[in-house]
């Protein structure tokens, strides 16, 4: 079982609508929780993190985080062309290093 | 302010050779960590290391090494280059080391092509 898991799409969706990206982890004890924005050819940019049950809300981007079921989730509202990146989930472990998982693909048809 | 920088930005190295690639981290963060990435996968954790210490070793060969400088900047060192590690090579700053709770912020990367 990979530590981090992510459907790597890709996942189409049309503007205007809400695009929802979904996460799993393994390790029951982790507690610090990103996700990243990394369009073709950049670096990762960090867009969200959740630390807490619940949900985090940063203008059009809601993070959701359930540590029972070992679920993050990111919904993007209003969806728009340039939200068209990959998507990485990533964890913290070990309070040293992240895991990423392999992240997915998200397109905004106009 | 700036940002994370990483130099150079694009390399090309010949199997067997040796490769520097350095990284400044963000005025007034004092932990860097280096991160591989190959096409279509999520990137790998190198190396961590805060106020010049190694905090943390990913499952990489003893070909690649790191350290840091007194003003928190860093080179990651790879030698006896593979085809295998052609990647884009990330450095991330974070305030802190040890916390949970912080969070990182990435430089443009460093794409290295073995040829």
């Known amino acids: 079982q990979k530590e981090v898991e992510q459907n790597s799409g890709p996942l189409s969706v049309p503007e205007g609508a809400i695009a929802s990206l979904n996460c799993t982890y393994s390790d029951r004890v982790s507690q610090s929780f990103f996700w990243y924005r990394q369009y073709s050819g950049k670096s990762p940019e960090l867009i969200m993190s959740i630390y807490s049950n619940g949900d985090k809300e940063d203008g059009r981007f809601t993070a959701q985080l359930n540590k029972a079921s070992q679920y993050v989730s990111l919904l993007i509202r209003d969806s728009q062309p340039s939200d068209s990146a990959t998507y990485l989930c990533?964890?913290?472990?070990?309070?040293?290093?992240?895991?990423f998982g392999q992240g997915t693909r998200l397109t905004i048809n106009p | 302010d700036a940002g994370v920088t990483q130099s150079p930005t694009h390399l090309i190295k010949t199997r067997g050779q040796q490769v520097t690639l350095r990284c400044s981290p963000i005025?007034?963060?004092?932990?860097v960590s280096w991160y591989q990435q190959v096409l279509g996968q999520g990137p790998q954790f190198i190396f961590q290391?805060?106020?010049?210490?190694?905090?943390g070793r990913g499952n990489f060969p003893d070909r690649f090494s790191a350290r840091q400088f007194p003003n928190y900047s860093s080179e990651l060192n790879v030698n006896a280059l593979l085809l295998g590690d052609s990647a884009l090579y990330l450095c991330a700053s974070s305030l802190v080391a040890g916390n949970l709770n912080t969070e990182a912020f990435f430089g443009q990367g460093t794409r290295l092509t073995v040829v």
């Open positions: 990533a964890v913290i472990q070990g309070a040293q290093k992240l895991v």
């Open positions: 290391y805060y106020e010049k210490e190694e905090r």
């Open positions: 005025s007034g963060h004092k932990s």
